[in-house]
């Protein structure tokens, strides 16, 4: 893939001539391509137990008999998978002094979305003045979790410290030969959260917070696992709205939650990669599999999902319904601009009695973008009295722009009642020129009305992200009207 | 000095000739009406005073505060103290009333250089400017326009009104749709608007609103000319002998 050699080879001449750190670096990084090898430096690396080595393994071989989904409304040119690296030591980033040397038009970013002084610093790297106490911040939370046993770690430490639980859900919710992708990460896998909530906890406080202070270099083959015990709830946040950016092109990441009896999952994602130069060059391949599992009766898992960047994002967060009474949400804003392409959207799985779900999507796009929404609504055998609410709005900005909705319906079980509503709707030019009477300007005014399209997406998310995402929403849309 | 003068004022639309030559002043404090049969040009008037795209002008010209207008985009225009209450106010679905309001008014303020309000003073503000206009909380709370009755409609668009206090607003058919109890409420509301510094041009098919709003002049357009000029008693007549002689004028 031209694409991709490209792009590491470019980020690696760079920083040999910037940064001057060739050598460690290179000690670091498993070899070029992807072999059974390269699954052994990787495990060897983290020093993991002969179990995790062969489930990687296992994975690997599937992988080489499987082949790339093709069935995405998304273009690119193909893949070379043996031309990448798929491991490297996490890089010191290099440390900044100031704000000022930070690239201006970041800065101007961070203002627009309002996020701290701090907090900018922390983002953009720049060393941070032992006076802020971001690390007795972190410690305080560390300790508020330790007190009522929620863990929360790297997947690397979690299978160090608690192999027993690892071992008993890794792989349980996004099975090791589930898709191309899929697969791949679990063979190659090196970066990523555990959170273990114990039965009758309810997290003290959102998993975000700390996530946003802790933000760390995001792993190109994440794998992210929540186990949420009996009658315990957590919200988790992932990602960020200040745009990063990264040297892998290619990103495969799984995310797992499981909820047993009477638990809950909130997880929120926020995602603002790097969408490519104007052409739509150099952006981030963003192949994801995130599924959530409510093994329990009456559990609930809720996804909602703010996605802004990436040049091409394959992404179907979903539920599986499987103890009685539970119930899964899904609420999606997806905004393309630029070349961006989207192909986004749900599986919902009734197999339990009496068990519902609610999809709220919402596409907005811009320029020359395309974006699909792509959902299945299943409803097993013995699943009785299912209730599910679909509702798809696409809204497009200008007319160089596409919106798709492909819905999949399944039922085997005819007292399901299952409904679908979607829309596709323009800004329309009295909608633009009512708000420009009344002094809101151009790009404020499409930011408004876009906001006002998300709304009950929006409220889903947690307040201090709500604000931020209401804003993200404006300036994804920038240089789309005029 | 006028706070508008419109000299030969002509505007087309996709290549036709709407407005044939207008010319028309109005000073701070004065509230004109515009008075003319369907298709005259009222509505093109007072999208040409906003700056809406696709109505263009052709020859003459609009001067607003010794301004040319014809510098100012839409929102420069809103910013500069020109308001137009829609005949039919525009929906946007999941922008409360209030959201909007506040958005409204900020961007004005900072177009102005002036401060943005905080979120506190500007609810007292709004809720000041709300009652008089029988508009409760409860409706500041709904996307705005949308599943709004006739009345209440034309209620927001005056509230916004009263909030934004525009140099010159324009009133464009702002009793269609209004059954007589709403049309006082709004007039009354219009009407606590009056001041010297303000100037109110109220275009209106029917004479019935300048009972509530009366004007210090009256004008009759028709086929894109001001074909009359006169005191408020010229509504009146025109009640009377209705369009019929002046579009024969035209013609």
Redesign the interface.
Known sequence: MAAVRETVKTVGEVEKYKYGFTTDIESDKAPLGLTEETVRFISAKKSEPGWLLEWRLAAFRRWLTMEEPKWAKVSYPPIDFQDAYYYAAPKQSVKLNSLDEVDPKLLETYKKLGIPLTEQKMLAGVAVDAVFDSVSVVTTFKEKLREVGVIFCPMSEAVRDHPELVQKYLGSVVPTSDNFYATLNSAVFSEGSFVYIPEGVRCPMELSTYFRINEKQTGQFERTLIIAEKGSYVSYLEGCTAPQRDENQLHAAVVELVTLDDAEIKYSTVQNWYPGDEDGKGGIYNFVTKRGDCRGANSKISWTQVETGSAITWKYPSCILRGDNSRGEFYSIAISNGRQQVDSGTKMIHLGRNTSSRIVSKGISAGRSSNTYRGLVSVHRKAENVRNFTQCDSLLIGDRCSAHTVPYIETKNPSAVLEHEATTSKI????M??????????E?AVA??V??????VLQQLPMEFAVEAQKLVGISLEGSVG | MDMLEIKNLHVSVDGKEILKGIDLDIRAGEVHAIMGPNGSGKSTLSYVLSGREGYEVTEGSIRFRGRDLAELNVDERAAAGIFLAFQYPIEIPGVTTMTFLKTALNAQRKARGEAELDAVRFLKLVREKAKPLNVPDEMLKRALNVGFSGGEKKRAEILQMALLEPALAVLDETDSGLDIDALKTVAAGVNALRNPERAMLVITHYQRLLDYIVPDAVHVLSGGRIVKTGGKELAHELEKTGYAAYDADAA
Do not use: A, T, V, W
Request: charged residues 35%; proline residues 0%; negative net charge.
């Open positions: 329309s030019d009295d909608q020129f009512y708000c420009r009477q009344r002094g809101i300007g151009e404020e408004l009305i906001n006002g399209f998300c709304r009950d």
